[in-house]
């Protein structure tokens, strides 16, 4: 049961993370970055990996024990089949609007534990194979207003919600037979937060984002925190390097997830 909890967490947030917080291009829609014409709107699409370790407790089924896990990026990786990560943020006027969104799937195939139980009982001495499939989908959106908008500094306030999905599937197998037994939950968790982008020379800039929320609604607490430094090549092209932090603490109904995710993050952002 410990394996399966912390491929679970891993797989939750740690592989690449998301989405709490975006990956924002060096050039955002600042005046100095459309020098020939004025423009209200601006699109931006950033793909991007969070390269984050994992520390809390986690439930992998309803009602299973909960695990204390602690793992590193690389463990991480030693798992992972698949991840997918993009943000897409967008501005008209003064209006703003983000989204984030995280898929990633991991098989731990050395699963051991209390394992589940064959259809057959099963002889003293033999061994029992575990393996667990496990998928995470998290998405992030949220929309809000340029507060302060001079040609070096914005601030922008915003307000939304964060959507979580985990699916595990362990399939134990032993004498020829397999068993497979799956479970999945989900919750939403309102969001408010804030976004600061300070532009440092005509290349480089600094961006940092924080948001808090759950508020009870269903995970007790969540935040994030992210910091970047910014580099644009072209008015369309940019890089993002930095650092992020994501907490959730989520007890309800048997499903146990409190972990905290941080680490390094790098993006590459196209801009229209």
Excluded at 161 to 189: E, I, P, Q
Aim: aromatic fraction near 12%.
């Amino acid at each position: 049961m410990k394996s399966y909890a912390v491929v679970v967490a891993l797989t939750l947030c740690g592989a690449h993370a998301a989405q709490a917080a975006d990956i924002v291009p060096a050039r955002p829609e600042a005046p100095l970055a459309v020098k020939t014409e004025h423009r209200n709107w601006a699109l931006q699409i950033s793909p991007y990996m969070w390269a984050a370790g994992l520390k809390g407790d986690v439930s992998p089924f309803r009602r299973a024990p909960t695990i204390g896990v602690e793992k590193s990026f690389s463990d991480v990786m030693d798992n992972l089949n698949f991840g997918g990560f993009v943000n897409i943020w967008g501005r008209y006027d003064r209006f703003v609007f983000s989204a984030d969104v995280m898929y990633v799937n991991t098989t731990e195939s050395h699963a051991f534990g209390p394992l589940p139980p064959l259809p057959i009982p099963v002889p003293p001495g033999i061994v029992v194979n575990g393996k667990l499939d496990s998928s995470q989908f998290t998405a992030t959106v949220q929309g809000g207003y340029r507060i302060v908008d001079a040609p070096v500094f914005t601030l922008d306030v915003l307000g939304g919600a964060r959507f979580w999905r985990l699916s595990n599937t362990v399939t134990v197998s032993a004498l020829g037979l397999s068993r497979s037994y799956g479970a999945s939950f989900g919750w939403a968790d309102p969001l408010v937060g804030v976004r600061a982008f300070l532009r440092l020379t005509e290349n480089l800039s600094l961006q940092a984002q924080a948001d808090i929320g759950g508020f009870g609604a269903a995970a007790d607490s969540t935040w994030s925190a992210l910091a970047t430094v910014n580099y644009a090549f072209t008015d369309h092209l940019s890089v993002s390097a930095g650092y992020k932090v994501l907490d959730v603490d989520y007890d309800r109904d048997g499903h146990v997830y409190k972990t905290r995710l941080s680490g390094p993050v790098a993006g590459l952002t196209w801009r229209f």
